[in-house]
């Protein structure tokens, strides 16, 4: 396989700890499958380029990208995609650990057995979506949409779709390409078998632009069924 088959990227944001924890995580549930770790700065503190940059010398998959300045964070997204050279893309959150086994794999194999799926996401223990929380009696639930705990997208859907909406300032970006991908023929999966859990605070909700800008977009739309 001259290229990795995913490419995950991780922004890193706030505290260095926060991030380091995600980092080793990823690290021990990679499994066998082959891949490269895309990493940056984005609103971290001073310390974790500096970090960054000692990792990138002793974990030959992860390469350190740079940091970006204030921006929305779905632009920075995209923005760090324009690197990948995977077959597959996973927007890793920097706040949500892989606690099961073979994480990677279950996400990459879902992938490969449904070519109609456009996003493949894991189950997040503590996430407060029935349907993203609780084991389901299928490997692969079919959903609307998801939260961002993690989102595998293949690249050529991810291209084919025009990336995330960069007006997303913090949140909805992962819903909202959930919309558009359905919208298109693509499924929204996700993996029973891959599972994480979040360190976020959970009773945090939207910012109201980015919740003006979802409830703009999709208003009416058989697929938004939101209130």
């Known amino acids: 396989h001259p290229f990795p088959e995913v490419s995950i990227i991780v922004i890193c944001r706030g505290k260095w700890t926060k991030s ?3 980092l080793a995580s990823l690290r021990r549930a990679a499994g066998k499958v082959d891949y490269e770790v895309l990493t940056g700065c984005f ?7 500096l970090e960054l940059r000692k990792k990138a010398k002793t974990w030959p998959q992860l390469r350190f990208l740079g940091q970006w300045e204030p921006t929305p964070y779905a632009h920075v997204l ?4 324009i690197s990948a050279k995977g077959d597959f893309i996973l927007f890793l959150p920097d706040d949500v650990l892989l606690s099961s086994p073979g994480c990677l794999e279950a996400l990459v194999q879902t992938a490969r057995k449904n ?3 456009g996003v493949i996401a894991p189950r997040c223990s503590n996430a407060r979506l029935d349907w993203q929380r609780t084991p389901g009696s299928k490997t692969a639930l079919s959903v609307d949409y998801v939260r961002d705990y993690g989102l595998l997208i293949p690249k050529t859907v991810f291209s084919s779709l025009g990336g995330f909406d960069n007006r997303f300032q913090e949140t909805m970006w992962a819903e909202d390409f959930c919309f558009r991908a359905k919208q298109k023929g693509y499924e929204v999966l996700v993996a029973d078998k891959a599972v994480v859990r979040a360190s ?3 009773d945090s909700s939207a910012l109201p632009h980015d919740r003006n800008l979802i409830f703009g977009k999709w208003s009416g739309h058989p697929l938004f069924k939101w209130r």
């Open 200 to 202: 976020r605070q959970e």
């Open 78 to 81: 995209n923005l760090a995609q």
């Open 43 to 49: 609103g971290a503190e001073a310390k974790t380029a």
């Open 20 to 22: 380091r924890r995600c």
């Open 115 to 117: 070519g109609a799926a």
